[in-house]
């Protein structure tokens, strides 16, 4: 049923071949496995086939998993990634668990992480999740309030802003879905221009399976694959 490594040599094919086609150097991109509802020797056996980064979405099924991986503690193997809402009752949960955080989507958010990672000696990197697409249904800042809503952010203490995520309208048609890249990477731009304390636009988390080479063409440095690696998910 799964044939991950050959999925995976396909998917790198993919990313190499989008980020030739615009001049890019396929190495600015880190393609993160996501493995959200697929079980642990599943997830085995994409590290196995050179998978370093893996993205996860839900707390606890996140820290079922990685205890079976060993993965429960930081290691210089894997990055994990938590690229689903979170909750602020699950923040300190989620920086036991993660090594970047995508998903943060308010100041009160911000907050929550802000005051967690005073247990740790580094500052904790996140991602400012916007939703460029405005589908209600989706997590993220409306692009207009991004900019101030990450002045404010900013100013807390423990964390570190590295770069802006969004997840694209449900689209295949890249008319749509482009626009939305397009705005993530404009606005980035902007805040970097604008040089506040923490923060550094290092990296557009944009690009799933539907979409990734427009999202490659639009500047994406970290791309979140989950179908194209793992097949369909049976549940979501
Ligand atoms: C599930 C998910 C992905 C991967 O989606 P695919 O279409 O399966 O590649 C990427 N990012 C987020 C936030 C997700 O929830």
Redesign the pocket.
Known sequence: MYDIEDNIRRVRERIAEAADNCGRKPSEITLIA?T?THPAEIIASAIEAGITDI?E?RIQEAETKFSQLGLEEPSLKVKRHL??HLQRNKVKKALQLFDIIHSVDSLRLAEAVSQSAAEYPEPVEILIEVNTSREESKFGLIPEETIETIEQISQLLNIKILGLMT?AGFSDDMKIVRPQFVELRKLSEKIDKMRFPNVEMRHLSMG???DFETAIEEGATMV?????IFGERVTV
């Open positions: 996501v959200k993205g979405n690229a689903g997840v799933m399976t539907n979140r694959i989950g179908t194209a």
